[in-house]
């Protein structure tokens, strides 16, 4: 048995290993899309590096476009396995999936008009909504806790990861000649004290495990300084300044924290009431199958509904969704919070409000969240004072913040302490994928100070035999 490393490796998106037994079955774990790698992305999304109709089963750990987000690509390309994923996994997909569909058909549309310009011939999108749509009748989705037969040598067993609705530790026992091999790969690793969702679960015991590495080399604030922290930034911004908040977000997970932390400050008064938009419909149709999966909540937040039964809405909250809406808030002068994808900056609406917003004083980008190296959000996030945007160049006077506490990852020693659940003796391989580099050099100094031992930080493309 053996496993190979198609993406995150050594960096942070498109999340694909593929591990191929000794009778030829092949798993695919995840199959994320490369983001924020400029020209270079495109290349890398479509060079598979494996034929689509050899895999025959994709788990997915989550619905995060960095982990699920090829799945159209390759079911357009020959894929006819199953794909395996919580209940919540796949209904997030459903909606993301085709959201990220569209994105490519617009991009690849505007794309092709400047080929025409240059006399050269238009391209193919990744895949169009009508991929994504069509992919999702290969899923079969599951309960955590329950274990499955994904057929007579490979038992699937999801355990809860804390990172965003339906996140799953992938916990698999596989049966080999004499052996049985218990393999473990974490998804990404939430926090240990989420505003929302539970904690992560500890997850079985294994031999091998998988694990992410994002913030391998620092310490978030304490989650439960987010409110007091996020109430400054508003009150600095919107009652001092007289400006605009703009807050690039991910549309799932992240938006919905937000939204909670706003109705708790509105609605006990410790914030005035300013308006705040949502502006992205893939945040509306993911904070509505939120509301859908009550069991997937802790128990703090299951107290706070029985009063009020809609933690993501409140007096003065708009969801915007044509693009019509979103345009007119450019022209909007008085103070409010503009909630906007992606996260990263790279892409979607948020890129209009930040070309608006980003060269006045009186304004603040808000970064709540990972940015990768490359991204436009990387380059505001490290204070950069002139950016790109639209190939048109803008100065940075607007403030810039930054708040790790709301992140949806765990830090080092969160995620430390969730693998020291395990019996560290009967760990005999651990391997760091999801993480920058030097990011992963220093986790890896942290955790074989822990004890973990046979710590691996595969390259791309590398192979390790299980």
Known sequence: MKIQFLGAAREVTGSKHLITLENGKTILLDCGLFQGKGEETENLNRDLNFNPSSIDYLILSHAHIDHSGLLPYIVKNGFKGSVISTHATRELCAVMLADSGRIHENDTRMFNKKRAKQGLPPIEPLYTQEDANRCMQYFISLPYNKEFYVSDDILLTYTDAGHILGSAVVNLKIKEKDRNVKFCFTGDIGRPH???????????????IVAESTYGDRLHSDIANAEEELKLVVLETCFKKKGKLIIPSFSVGRTQELLYSLNLLINDGRLPHVKVFVDSPLSVNATNIMKMHPECFNEEMLVYMKNDPDP?????????QTEEDSKNLNNIKEPCIIISASGMMEAGRVKHHLANSISYAKNTILVV???????????????????????????????????????????????????KYQDIKQVHKLILVHGEYETQLNYQEKLAAEGFSNIMIPEKGQVIEL
Not at 197 to 207: G, I, K, N, T, V
Request: aromatic content about 14%; glycine content about 10%.
């Open 312 to 320: 993501f809405g409140f007096n003065g909250l708009t969801y915007v």
């Open 369 to 419: 969240g990972y940015c990768a190296p490359s991204t436009l959000g990387a380059r505001i996030k490290r204070g950069d004072k002139e950016v790109s945007i639209y190939g048109m160049p803008y100065t940075v006077n607007a403030d810039v913040r930054i708040l790790e506490s709301f992140s949806a990852h765990g830090d080092y020693k969160e995620m430390i302490d969730f693998l």
């Open 194 to 208: 989420n505003k929302i969702l539970r904690s992560p679960q500890p997850f079985p015991q294994a031999e091998i």
